[in-house]
């Protein structure tokens, strides 16, 4: 179609058959594909041609360079929308791959339909927190408010309004990766909080192709709020976030074993908020879940741009619930 943008997925798989499988179905959909068969060689590739590969798909087991440490160097250097495609559902896996960012499993065999969701749902996550990232607003003051109606396009300049709080406080791989964490937050309290989508309701709506519809129709509808908090200090930056719902079971996710992680992966959601656990150092529920605390310690300037340590678990975010 005249005047959209071919998005380029990235197909890291060792094996020839699987790559021409899925080289064939992304292209049948209108994706340019890059393929790689290790890790090497996909970033070979990333260095030559980063800029405009919009997603990678990746295997787990490969030969030279593997999924995991393919994941790793990608959440260091690029923090592309990464999707495991495996026939591995070990719960150690699935939980270290969390801590880099993943937040997307496949289990092969892949259909075309959920290979082309997933996909264009992880592009659509990342454009929505990077797409207002550009210029600089200096911090004016260490705590700010403000109240968003629960519409879309407000999350979006809510999202805005953080990067602007947040300043020129963090390095730019800090403050991508603070925003990209906060906006499964938020995104939450839009969806879960405004709109009432329940977790089973928005499983089965995006496996059917029809989430977008459903949200466009309550989005128009909504006249609830979300307020949003911020304070800067210096090498910490607290967010919290409210919503006008009656609340969920945060602590289902909050505290999932890796075995949970493991059984919820033919899920195509559930897994933002387990993962951002590994990122924030403090999570603090409060109004039966209908707000949250969040805060982030950037020790140096160095730190928050890596990856958590491998042994890393979800205790070491502490998690402040109600009695």
Known sequence: ??????????VVDDEPAIREMMTWMLKE???AVLAAENG???????EMSGATIDAITCDMLMPVM?????????????????IVCTTITDSGMAVKMMRYGVQDFLVKPITQQTLVA???????????????????????????SIVIPAKRSQVLAGLDWIREKLGDSLQPDQRGKFLT?????????YEHGSLLFGEAQKTTLLKEGKFELEVKKRDSASKANITIDMAVLEGEASLRIR????????????????????????????RGINMSVHYFDLIEYGDGGASVVLTK???????AGSAQSDDKTVNDATLVTPS
């Open 1 to 10: 179609m005249a005047g959209v943008k071919q998005r380029t997925i990235m």
């Open 29 to 31: 959909k209108n994706f």
């Open 40 to 46: 090497r060689e996909a970033v070979k590739l990333l």
């Open 66 to 82: 593997n999924g995991m440490e393919l994941a790793k160097h990608n959440y260091e250097h690029g923090d592309l929308p990464f």
């Open 118 to 144: 997933t996909i264009n749902a992880a592009i659509n996550r990342r454009l929505f927190v990077t797409m207002k990232m550009e210029g600089e607003t200096a911090l004016d003051g260490n705590v700010s």
């Open 181 to 189: 964490h906060s906006f499964v937050f938020l995104q939450n309290a």
């Open 243 to 270: 919503d006008e719902g009656a609340g969920f079971d945060y602590k289902k996710y909050l505290n999932m074993t890796p075995d949970d992680v493991v059984k919820r992966l033919d899920m195509p959601n559930g």
């Open 297 to 303: 310690r950037f020790v140096d300037s160095g730190d």
